[in-house]
């Protein structure tokens, strides 16, 4: 079974300009996180979503970050304009309710590097 | 909101047991995940452990809880160079909200 896959693997782009990251979940889970990670800290939780719909978005900086989830399966995570602090990896998460553990399984991440 | 705390660092020899700590805030949490974090990839997710359950065992692996005290411990046996990384504890609560402690870096020497 193929884990969670995430695009591009790093990024470097000039402040101010725009960036996207890609996410494709373990099929069949419906659940779907971006967390933000910086260096030498746990991930810290962006958005998640339950299928299409975005039902905890109160750590996403709403000026600059957006996301969608327009299927329920894959999710795009945007950033415009990009800042220096804005460097770290984004890391996205899938988990499915069955067994009631809620186990979230990570990708390998973006790693972002704004100059 | 819930906190999560680890320590820093921790070295051990290769073929000594490991115990890496956590502490939570929420006595409300109702799982409890060890994560490891490798250089340049994401989270593996290791083993998890109920909010019922006290201890629980997965082949090198022990998870210690203790409610009273809001203290998990990860425990490995005979650890090896391949353990070397970064563990996260992880503490979920109400809403399906997953908070990570800042990880433990652990340093398995030969």
């Known amino acids: 079974e193929a884990g969670v896959v995430q695009s591009p693997r790093y990024k470097i782009i000039e402040k101010k300009q725009p960036v996207a990251f890609w996410c494709n979940p373990i099929?069949?889970?419906?659940?779907l996180y971006w967390y933000l990670q910086n260096l030498g800290q746990g991930p810290e939780l962006l958005i998640r979503?339950?299928?299409?719909?975005?039902?905890?978005d109160s750590q996403l900086p709403k000026d600059r970050f957006s996301a969608e989830r327009l299927k329920g399966v894959d999710s795009t995570l945007k950033i415009q304009p990009a800042e220096l602090g804005d460097s770290a990896v984004y890391l996205c998460?899938?988990?499915?309710?069955?067994?009631?553990?809620?186990?979230?399984?990570f990708g390998p991440g973006t790693r972002l590097t704004v100059t | 909101g819930e906190d999560v705390e680890q320590s820093l660092f921790l070295s051990v020899r290769e073929g000594d047991s490991s115990v890496i700590n956590c502490t939570y805030t929420?006595?409300?949490?109702?799982?409890l995940y060890w994560y490891k974090q490798e250089p340049g990839a994401g989270l593996q997710l290791l083993t998890y452990?109920?909010?019922?359950?006290d201890m629980k065992q997965d082949q090198r692996l022990t998870v210690l809880l203790n409610k009273k005290d809001k203290h998990l411990s990860l425990r490995i046996a005979d650890t090896q160079t391949g353990d070397s990384a970064i563990y996260f504890c992880?503490?979920?609560?109400?809403?399906?909200?997953?908070?990570f402690g800042g990880g433990t870096r652990v340093l398995v020497k030969p």
């Open positions: 998460a899938s988990s499915s309710r069955a067994g009631g553990s809620y186990e979230q399984y």
């Open positions: 452990i109920f909010s019922n359950m």
């Open positions: 099929s069949g889970h419906n659940t």
């Open positions: 929420d006595s409300s949490s109702t799982y």
């Open positions: 992880a503490v979920r609560a109400a809403g399906n909200k997953l908070t």
């Open positions: 979503y339950e299928n299409e719909e975005a039902v905890d």
